[in-house]
């Protein structure tokens, strides 16, 4: 369209300006989210209560076209059972983003000028599927909102009323129309041999959110795996390599680590609390943000690894293990 430079260039002004705010006020914009889950749950607990709506599988947030086009700064909510799209009985809320949608707003104003400007060049089709495209950008910003806020959400007193089936979501995108899976509970039971087979065929999405609690996973190559709010606590990665790998606000608690390869891969807010690691190589990895507090480190090697702040030692047992200073 029209002033296609221009464009780009105020997309990528825009985006910044919002990047350095979310960054500036990300614990009031986590404090807003916990808020508006929390009253959410009531209003799904008062709907179980009375049999309305059953246990949830779903929890969805969706960006609407019509609210981009109406300048209407929410994400709708929705909670639905184990059929999703197929559960009749509606249970809708609303989150409140004009801190961050009010960016593509602005985007927005300047497509419509530029449409004003040059109408024979540029369809109104046109301009809105330009908005549109610019939303999914946007859309990529409240995930991760979402992703960091939902370590509040757990602790809310309206999140933890809700009745949940035993895999339990909560997703982003279109409605009716593919999400991404931003959170994940499962207490179904698995088979081990099945869990490392899975792993090792490396079928994975950008990120996985899986709950494999104590299995044995031992003799497993997970090289370049990434995943993100998962929890593998209690279980065995004897002779086991996660080399070149990312792992996010995941919890390896009481895990036993022995010949085990973590090497170049990347640790935020991981939970190595009360784990037994004998014989395990960090080095080139990122740690931030984790705890070894309790756990026993016997022979493990951070050669080159980069340690960027708060990693947790405390009451740990070092045996021939040094610990680089933090950076």
């Known amino acids: 369209m029209a002033e296609g430079f221009n464009l780009n260039q105020k997309s990528t002004e825009l985006l910044n300006q919002l990047d350095l705010y979310i960054k500036k006020h990300l614990d009031e914009l986590t404090d807003q989210l916990s808020d508006c889950i929390s009253k959410y749950g009531e ?13 949830i599988a779903y929890l969805q947030f969706s960006l609407l076209r019509t609210n981009i086009l109406l300048n209407k700064h929410e994400l709708r909510l929705d909670a639905f059972d184990e ?74 007193e309206g999140y933890r009323k809700i009745v949940k089936a035993p895999v339990f979501v909560v997703c982003i995108g279109g409605l009716l129309d593919r999400v991404d899976i931003l959170y994940k509970e499962d207490i179904t039971e698995k088979d081990f041999r099945e869990v490392r087979r899975y792993l090792q ?48 606000f995941s919890d390896f608690s009481k895990c036993i680590l022995k010949n085990t390869n973590m090497e170049e891969t990347q640790f935020f807010e991981v939970n190595f609390s009360g784990a037994a690691l004998e014989h395990v190589s960090f080095a080139g990895s990122k740690l931030s943000q984790v705890s070894f507090e309790g756990a026993t480190l016997s022979n493990v090697d951070f050669d080159g690894a980069l340690l960027v702040e708060e990693v947790n030692f405390n009451n740990a047992v070092l045996e021939n293990t040094r610990i680089p200073e933090s950076r």
């Open 201 to 248: 065929s490396k079928e994975q999405i950008v990120f996985n959110h899986e709950i494999y609690e104590k299995l044995d996973l031992s003799r497993g190559n997970y090289d370049g795996l990434k995943f993100l709010y998962s929890s593998f606590a209690g279980s065995d990665f004897t002779e086991s390599s996660w080399n070149k790998g990312q792992l996010l």
């Open 43 to 55: 209003l799904i607990y008062e709907m179980q209560k009375t049999g309305e709506k059953g246990a």
């Open 83 to 156: 059929n999703w799209y197929l559960d009749t009985v509606e249970c809708s809320g609303s989150y409140e983003v004009n801190e961050v949608l009010k960016y593509l707003t602005e985007f927005s104003d300047m497509v419509e000028t530029l449409r004003k400007e040059s109408p024979m060049r540029t369809t109104l089709r046109e301009a809105q599927s330009r908005i549109f495209e610019e939303s999914q950008k946007y859309q990529i910003f409240l995930a991760e909102l979402i992703r960091l806020g939902m370590r509040k959400v757990f602790q809310t």
